[in-house]
């Protein structure tokens, strides 16, 4: 199937400074890449839907100046957490769509954020 | 807003007895409906979906059922390995408003050999 890979697997970083995480589709180009967080044994939370080449939809209550998304091209997205403090340490976690069907939706494998 | 309850949250078995989660939407509109087997420190995995228009679907020892009126689905396991230990989750998608996956709560399953 097709693959996601994202960049860092675990980063740990001090508050007050940025950190950038990468998501992309190895294999495939994705129309819209979403971007999850997750909390220790909780489900998955979507922060931010992102199409290439437009700014990301965002839901309610996530901050889209702490979050920030860019998706430059078809393959690639990223979000940086800007001024991270320790309550932004979570498991973050990208998919990416492939086209308009249903069952084409690929997950990566996460990045752990820690915030000291 | 769209919301999918999940239960159990919690679901210890023996090896090679079955086991079941269950799962209720609220949007009339979702018509595509996945299963994600995620482990610890990795991305969920999809294992099985079904379509709205259908009611039952079966891959060698997962199957998933569908009640549409009753917007109810869940996923059976027979014969449970201690490898299917995991943490489960449902999901619905509608493909109206973006394609958004609604995630349950989670299961977190645990085979007991």
């Known amino acids: 199937g097709a693959v996601v890979s994202q960049h860092p697997s675990r980063v740990i970083c001090k508050s007050g400074t940025s950190v950038k995480i990468e998501c992309r589709s190895l294999d495939f180009q994705a129309t819209t890449m979403f971007w999850y967080r997750q909390f220790p044994k909780q489900s998955l939370m979507l922060m931010a839907t992102s199409n290439e080449g437009s700014k990301a939809t965002y839901e309610q209550g996530v901050e889209k100046d702490k979050f920030l998304i860019n998706h430059a091209s078809l393959t690639l997205s990223t979000l940086t957490v800007t001024s991270a403090h320790p309550e932004d340490s979570s498991f973050y976690i990208c998919?990416?769509?492939?086209?308009?069907?249903?069952?084409?939706?690929?997950f990566g494998p996460g990045t752990r954020l820690t915030v000291t | 807003g769209e919301n999918v309850e999940q239960h159990p949250s919690t679901l210890s078995v023996q090896e090679g007895d079955s086991a079941v989660i269950k799962c209720t939407y609220s949007d009339s509109a979702s018509n595509y409906f996945p299963w994600y087997k995620q482990e610890l420190g990795k991305g969920p995995q999809l294992i099985i979906d079904i379509r709205s228009n259908v009611g039952e679907k079966k891959d060698q020892r997962i199957a998933v059922t569908l009640n549409k009126t009753a917007k109810h689905f869940s996923l059976h396991i027979t014969e449970t390995q201690p490898e299917d230990s995991a943490v489960y989750f449902c999901a619905a998608i509608s493909n109206t408003g973006g394609f958004k996956t609604i995630f349950g709560a989670g299961t977190r399953l645990f085979v007991k050999a």
């Open positions: 998919s990416a769509r492939l086209g308009r069907k249903l069952r084409e939706q690929y």
